[in-house]
C-alpha cells in the first residue's frame, strides 16, 4: 500500500511540474524553489559592437561580460530600435518601436515633451505581479516630473535624467534633485553602488533592477581604480570599469543565493559614436556608429545568462531585436500584457532556452522618422542616400545607391549585390513596402526643442568685426 501511495504521489508531481514548466509553450518557473525570476536589464550607452573581449576585442579586458557569454547566450546579430539614444531606450521599456511614440530623435534639457502618458512600460507590466521595480542610471524619456521613472512603473529612480554631455548635469533621486555637482569621475562606481543597495533590499521579493549607465557616451570618464588599465586608452579604461560594474551586481546576487533564479540582459542603446575618434568606441567588422542605419549603428553587443534555465554557450546567430525583451520578460514572469496595441517584439523565450529559433517579422531601420532599411532572413536592403558632409557631433558619410547585402555573407555590408540580383531587390523592396504599410499611421514626431534664434549675436559679433565680442555665444 505505501508502495503504491508513493507511486501515486511520484505521477501526480511529475504531471503538476511538466504544466508548470512548459505552459502554453512557455518555460516561466526557474528551477530554484519555483520562485518567480529577478531581472536585471544592464544598458551601456554607445557601446560598440567591438568594444567586448566576447565580441573579439583583444585590447579591452571584459572577463565578468565575458563570463555572461560563457555561461549564458551572445547574440551576434541583436539590433536596437535606433541608431540614437531616446527612442532605443522607449522601445526596450515598451515593445513598440519608437516611430508609433513619435520618438525619433533625443530629448534635450529644454525638452517639454517625453515618452507619452499611454505608453506602458515593462516596469508597469511586473509591478502589477507584485515586483519591486528600480532604475539606476540614465532615463532619457523625458524629465518634466510626469515623464520621470515613478510615474511609469518604477518605484525608485536614482541617476542622471539625460546624457551626461548635456546642460545641468544632476542626480535624481526619485523626483527630485538631490546634487547638482555630478562629479562624473565616479558615475559608474555610484550607480554599481546603488544597483548593489537595491539588490540587497530587495532580495526577499522579485525584483526588476534597470541598470543604465551613461557611459560610454562621451565625455567619458573612469575612477582612478581604472585609469590606465587598459590597452585602449581612456575608452577602454572605461568600459573596464562598466565590467567591474556587472561583476559586481553578479557577486552580490551570489551572495544571496539569487544569481541562479535571475535573468541577466546587457546590452547597449546603440552603436559606437565614430566621430569622437579614441573616445567613441568601436563597431568592430560592421560598417560605420551611432547614427547612421549601417550595421554598425544598429548592430550592437547583447548577452543573457540565467543559469537555472539558459543552458550556458550558447551563440544566437540569427536575428533579435530590442522590441523583444518586453514580451519575453512579460511572458517569463507569467505577466499578461494590455491587448489594446501593436508590439513590435516576440517573445524569444524559446531562444534562450535553446529550443528554437526566434518567429517573428522582419526589422525596419529608421533613421529619425524616415524609413531607410530592411531586413528578413540574410538580406538587408538600403535606399539611396544622399551622403553627409560631416560636423561636429556626427561622422561624414559618402553617399550611395541602392544597396542589397547578404549580411551572413558580408556583415560590413562592402559588397552591394543590387545590380547582379534584381529581382532579389524587387522582392526585398516590395517586403519593406508591406512591412511599413502594415505599421499603419504613425504619429507626428514629437517636439524636442529646437536651437534658440542667434542671429543677434550674429549681427553685434559682424557690426563690431570683433570676433570675441562678448554677446557672442560662448
Known amino acids: 500500500?505505501?508502495?503504491?501511495?508513493?507511486?501515486?504521489?511520484?505521477?501526480?508531481?511529475?504531471?503538476?511540474?511538466?504544466?508548470?514548466?512548459?505552459r502554453g509553450g512557455r518555460e516561466i518557473q526557474s528551477r530554484q524553489d519555483n520562485k518567480r525570476p529577478n531581472f536585471v536589464i544592464i544598458y551601456c550607452d554607445d557601446l560598440g559592437y567591438g568594444d567586448l573581449g566576447c565580441f573579439g576585442a583583444n585590447d579591452i579586458k571584459t572577463p565578468n561580460i565575458d563570463r555572461m557569454a560563457a555561461e549564458g547566450i551572445r547574440f551576434t546579430e541583436f539590433y536596437s530600435a535606433s541608431p540614437v539614444c531616446s527612442p532605443s531606450r522607449a522601445a526596450l521599456l515598451t515593445g513598440r518601436i519608437p516611430q508609433r511614440m513619435g520618438i525619433n530623435n533625443v530629448f534635450f534639457p529644454e525638452s517639454f515633451t517625453g515618452m507619452p502618458l499611454e505608453e506602458i512600460t515593462i516596469a508597469e507590466v511586473l509591478k502589477k505581479e507584485g515586483y519591486a521595480t528600480g532604475i539606476i542610471g540614465k532615463w532619457h524619456l523625458g524629465h518634466m516630473e510626469k515623464f520621470l521613472p515613478l510615474q511609469r512603473g518604477f518605484d525608485e529612480y536614482f541617476g542622471i535624467p539625460y546624457s551626461n554631455d548635456m546642460e545641468s548635469v544632476v542626480y535624481l533621486r526619485g523626483n527630485d534633485v538631490v546634487d547638482f555637482n555630478v562629479d562624473q569621475r565616479y558615475l559608474t562606481?555610484?550607480?554599481?553602488?546603488?544597483?548593489?543597495?537595491?539588490?540587497?533590499?530587495?532580495?526577499?521579493?522579485?525584483?526588476?533592477?534597470?541598470?543604465?549607465?551613461?557611459?560610454?557616451?562621451?565625455?567619458i570618464?573612469?575612477?582612478?581604480d581604472f585609469l590606465g588599465t587598459s590597452e585602449r586608452g581612456l575608452y577602454g579604461d572605461v568600459i573596464q570599469e562598466i565590467d567591474w560594474s556587472v561583476g559586481q551586481v553578479m557577486k552580490k546576487l551570489e551572495e544571496n543565493n539569487l544569481l541562479e533564479n535571475t535573468l541577466i540582459i546587457f546590452s547597449s542603446d546603440n552603436g559606437p559614436w565614430l566621430v569622437m575618434e579614441d573616445l567613441g568606441g568601436s563597431a568592430g567588422i560592421l560598417r560605420e556608429g551611432k547614427q547612421y542605419?549601417?550595421?554598425?549603428?544598429?548592430?550592437?553587443?547583447?548577452?543573457?545568462?540565467?543559469p537555472a534555465m539558459i543552458p550556458?554557450?550558447?551563440?544566437?546567430?540569427?536575428?533579435?531585436?530590442?522590441m523583444d525583451w518586453f514580451p519575453t520578460i512579460a511572458s517569463i514572469a507569467g505577466a499578461e500584457i494590455p491587448d489594446d496595441r501593436q508590439y513590435d517584439g516576440v517573445d524569444i523565450s524559446h531562444v534562450l532556452f535553446g529550443k528554437g529559433p526566434r518567429n517573428g517579422p522582419g526589422f525596419l531601420y529608421f533613421d529619425l522618422a524616415e524609413l531607410q532599411c530592411?531586413?528578413?532572413?540574410?538580406?538587408?536592403?538600403?535606399?539611396?542616400?544622399?551622403?553627409?558632409?560631416?560636423?561636429?557631433?556626427?561622422?561624414?558619410?559618402?553617399p550611395h545607391p541602392m544597396l542589397l547585402v547578404n549580411l551572413k555573407d558580408d556583415p560590413g555590408?562592402?559588397?552591394?549585390?543590387a545590380d547582379q540580383m534584381p529581382e532579389k531587390l524587387k522582392e526585398m523592396l516590395q517586403k519593406m513596402d508591406s512591412a511599413k504599410i502594415a505599421l499603419g499611421d504613425l504619429p507626428p514626431s514629437l517636439v524636442i526643442g529646437t536651437p534658440a534664434d542667434k542671429?543677434?549675436?550674429d549681427y553685434l559679433i559682424k557690426k563690431h568685426k570683433v570676433e570675441n565680442y562678448w554677446y557672442k555665444e560662448w
Not at 542605419?293 to 540565467?306: C, N, V
Not at 550556458?312 to 530590442?322: K, R
Not at 538600403?382 to 561622422?395: A, I, N, T, V
Request: net charge neutral; proline share 6%; aromatic share 14%.
Open 374 to 398: 530592411y531586413r528578413e532572413g540574410n538580406w538587408k536592403v538600403k535606399l539611396p542616400y544622399e551622403g553627409f558632409h560631416g560636423s561636429r557631433g556626427k561622422k561624414a558619410v559618402p
Open 221 to 224: 570618464y573612469a575612477s582612478e
Open 455 to 457: 542671429s543677434h549675436f
Open 413 to 417: 555590408e562592402q559588397h552591394n549585390l
Open 293 to 306: 542605419t549601417f550595421e554598425g549603428g544598429q548592430r550592437i553587443p547583447t548577452l543573457a545568462m540565467w
Open 189 to 219: 562606481k555610484t550607480y554599481t553602488e546603488e544597483a548593489v543597495k537595491f539588490i540587497e533590499e530587495h532580495k526577499q521579493k522579485p525584483f526588476l533592477l534597470y541598470l543604465a549607465h551613461n557611459m560610454p557616451h562621451v565625455p
Open 312 to 322: 550556458p554557450g550558447q551563440v544566437y546567430d540569427d536575428m533579435a531585436v530590442m
Open 1 to 22: 500500500m505505501k508502495t503504491k501511495n508513493l507511486i501515486f504521489i511520484l505521477v501526480i508531481s511529475f504531471i503538476l511540474f511538466t504544466c508548470t514548466s512548459d
